[in-house]
């Protein structure tokens, strides 16, 4: 390492979410209070090479950044660091991009580097760490699909935006007696749609992890009509497969790129017309769910997540990711961390949802309560204190 002041570097990699910028500014201060300077690296990883690309980061230049939506250093999910093709599939990076990454860290006098990022981004920072960069990952995701942590920042802010979407839905929706689907981001995960399902007083609620069928929900809304409710909403994950078992999803940019899920919205609703003659509207969120100002949870969560990242780099606890689970911040390694978490169908939200009537579009007609207590599906238990957190299994994390 050249002779220089401490540094501590920063990337923001893979797809925008709310609160990437409070975790900025969470290093930078944290940092500050312990004589190291920060450097941000620009559009992801692809700062880090030729041409190198960076901006020194201090408490001047991230004021007023707290609550700003996006990353003020930018981020890319395409270009020479790709790493994933698929939920687990993972490319090996080119090794002169792994030197030149080192030249790079060697040049700039860093300490350590903070990369913040889902799993895809965090399968790049594991191989970073398994060439010997010092490296420490924190994670970012609306879909909330890491195993390793109770909830990434950003997820709370993308479920606020579906369940305000659900809010206006309802009064149109009930005002000219429709059907109204609103598909939402997730990936292969269902957290959001479950979330905003719940929080926004959703009728039907279709997850990648709950098979479904077009009868059950058709049957759904007749349901309601009975009841003498005249309209519904319904929440469809992107991820959902079709009762047939399909993926839906549109083109596939390049050899190297996973595949762009979306669309399954437009055929639901499309098939409850057919099949019931009821008029039904579909509204595709997209990428509204990414952008925007963090919640207040998600300010706090990314806050804690810049600082402790930086004690992870002061303590050269690399190869490590900062975890969450309520009320302690902890650590778990990134080979652990950049494993996928799925809904549990037999988790306390999906009980609850249940409860409240909730359509999953399956055949279950068992009373909800009957999951409880020790239910399992996939090895999953239901309870916290069975050691999970609503349904997400607890791994062996160190705590702080």
């Not at 609550?67 to 930018?74: A, D, E, M, R, Y």
């Not at 990952?137 to 997820?155: Q, R, W």
């Not at 269902?190 to 997850?207: R, S």
């Amino acid at each position: 390492m050249a002779d220089g002041p401490k540094r501590i570097g920063v990337l923001t990699a893979g797809g925008d979410c709310p609160g990437l910028n409070a975790v900025i500014r969470g290093v930078v201060k944290s940092a500050g209070t312990h004589g190291y300077e920060v450097v941000g690296f620009l559009k992801g990883y692809e700062g880090l090479v030729d041409p190198v690309s960076y901006i020194p980061l201090t408490n001047k230049n991230t004021t007023g950044i707290l609550g700003q939506g996006g990353t003020i250093l930018g981020s890319t999910n395409k270009g020479r660091f790709a790493a994933t093709v698929g939920v687990n599939d993972r490319l090996e990076l080119d090794p002169e991009l792994i030197a030149g990454v080192k030249t790079t860290m060697e040049h700039l006098n860093i300490s350590g580097l903070i990369c913040i990022g889902g799993d895809g981004s965090l399968a790049v920072a594991q191989q970073f760490h398994e060439q010997g960069i010092p490296v420490v990952g924190v994670p970012k995701t609306i879909d909330n699909d890491l195993s390793s942590t109770a909830f990434t920042f950003g997820f709370f802010s993308a479920v606020f935006c579906a369940t305000d979407a659900l809010d206006r839905l309802h009064t149109t929706a009930a005002s000219h007696e429709r059907v109204m689907v609103l598909e939402v981001m997730g990936r292969h995960a269902g957290w959001i749609a479950l979330y905003a399902g719940v929080a926004g007083g959703g009728d039907v609620i279709l997850i990648p992890e709950i098979p479904w069928t077009f009868e059950t929900v058709c049957q759904a809304v007749i349901t309601r009509e009975q009841r003498g409710k005249k309209f519904t909403l319904i929440v469809v994950a992107e991820g959902a497969e079709l009762p047939s078992g399909a993926l839906v999803t549109q083109e596939r940019r390049g050899e190297q790129k996973q595949v762009r899920l979306g669309g399954i919205g437009n055929i639901v609703g499309a098939e409850i017309e057919k099949r019931l003659g009821k008029e039904t509207r579909t509204v595709v969120l997209g990428h509204l769910q990414r952008g925007g100002a963090p919640t207040t949870f998600d300010r706090v969560l990314a806050t804690q997540y810049g600082a402790h990242a930086v004690r992870l780099i002061i303590e050269r606890k690399f190869g490590q990711m900062v975890t969450y689970w309520p009320p302690d911040m902890g650590t778990v390694s990134l080979l652990d961390a950049i494993k996928l978490s799925a809904v549990n169908p037999a988790c306390s939200a999906v009980q609850a949802a249940r409860a409240l009537g909730i359509c999953f579009g399956d055949d279950n007609k068992a009373a909800p309560w009957s999951y409880i207590p020790g239910a399992e599906t996939n090895g999953t238990a239901c309870e916290a204190g069975n050691g999970t957190f609503l349904g997400i299994p607890k791994p062996e994390v160190a705590k702080h």
